[in-house]
């Protein structure tokens, strides 16, 4: 298996998850968070993406699917391609206000198009190329497509737990 079809049999696992997460639940389960400052599922599943698509868009040299159409309008939110929810305080996370679950699968599935294109595309020589100097050792594209990953893994299996919560 090559590196590019590693990483795509990775990143292409996430819809799937992402969709399982959100399936069902109302704008007020979304919002829902499981316990005092918790996060909800809406607003897990939005920052999982919102990550991606800020680091693919850098990584592309692009405008991030966020600021295109009427996304983060759907959330609520302007459209300022900064907040991704890293640092979020409890009433930052309360504003993230997903209109629906199909919201949220849209918008993922926009960004997992894009990384998927970006990801076919890759050779094993890419991945050693420095994508951010500003740290020791600094980070190559191979360390951040899984720094990435598993961002995304770890928060849609937040949120699936937190969906059992508010569902039980």
């Given at each position: 298996m090559n590196v590019a079809d590693l990483l795509t049999e990775t990143y292409d696992r996430l819809p799937g998850l992402v969709r399982a997460a959100v399936d069902g639940l109302s704008p007020e389960e979304l919002?829902?968070?499981?316990?005092?400052?918790?996060?909800?599922?809406g607003w897990l599943v939005w920052h999982l993406t919102r990550i991606q698509d800020r680091h693919v868009a850098d990584l592309l040299g692009v405008a991030q699917v966020w600021v295109t159409?009427?996304?983060?309008?759907?959330f609520g939110l302007s459209a300022d391609p900064d907040d991704?929810?890293?640092?979020?305080t409890p009433d930052q996370?309360?504003?993230?206000?997903?209109?629906?679950?199909?919201?949220?699968?849209?918008?993922?599935?926009?960004v997992a198009e894009r990384t998927r294109a970006f990801l076919a595309g890759l050779e094993p020589a890419d991945l050693d190329r420095v994508v951010d100097a500003d740290w020791e050792p600094p980070v190559t594209?191979?360390?951040?497509l899984v720094s990435v990953a598993e961002d995304d893994?770890?928060?849609?299996?937040?949120?699936?737990?937190?969906?059992?919560?508010?569902?039980?």
């Open positions: 919002r829902r968070p499981p316990g005092p400052a918790a996060n909800p599922v159409g009427d996304r983060a309008a759907r991704t929810g890293y640092g979020h996370i309360v504003a993230v206000r997903p209109e629906s679950a199909e919201a949220l699968v849209d918008y993922y599935q926009a594209l191979g360390v951040r893994l770890q928060h849609v299996g937040q949120a699936a737990y937190v969906r059992g919560l508010i569902r039980s």
